[in-house]
């Protein structure tokens, strides 16, 4: 399970690149959502293990998705278009404190709607957080 500041700073950021490229984030995890718009964004954070980097402190590795979903039957090739845009702004979002560093996101995954209405396009982003570097900011 990824740590509070790790999920905070990735909601954050999924959002506002989303919002650039006018999609609207909704936040999945515990959380019944029913979005009404054709094509939407949300993180899942499936991963992570803490281990000591050094002898004074620990270090969170892990990785997290940002799934594109949108309505069966459209094909592929608006929401991957939609989800490179948001991909490539997402992906050049810094933390400040450096804590949270991001590594290179993996080629999209496709899992077709089938029975279900969602057509689902997901991007694995690892990362790695160090806590002591935002000791300020992890509250």
């Not at 094509?39 to 050094?54: D, K, L, M, R, Y």
């Not at 094909?75 to 992906?91: I, N, Q, S």
Request: aromatic share 12%; with cysteine.
């Amino acid at each position: 399970m990824s740590s509070l500041y790790v999920r905070r700073l990735v909601r954050q950021w999924a959002a506002a690149a989303a919002a650039g490229e006018g999609l609207p984030f909704y936040d999945t995890i515990n959380q019944a959502q029913d979005p009404k718009e054709p094509t939407w964004v949300t993180a899942e954070f499936p991963n992570a293990t803490t281990q000591a980097s050094t002898y004074c402190s620990d270090e969170e590795t892990g990785v997290f998705d940002l799934a594109f979903l949108t309505r069966g039957g459209q094909g592929d090739e608006r929401v991957l278009e939609e989800a490179e845009a948001v991909m490539a702004g997402f992906m050049t979002q810094e933390d400040p404190t450096h804590a949270l560093q991001l590594g290179r996101a993996a080629p999209p995954q496709e899992f077709p709607a089938g029975d279900v209405p969602w057509f689902v396009v997901l991007f694995s982003v690892p990362y790695v957080y160090q806590p002591q570097k935002g000791a300020d900011h992890v509250r």
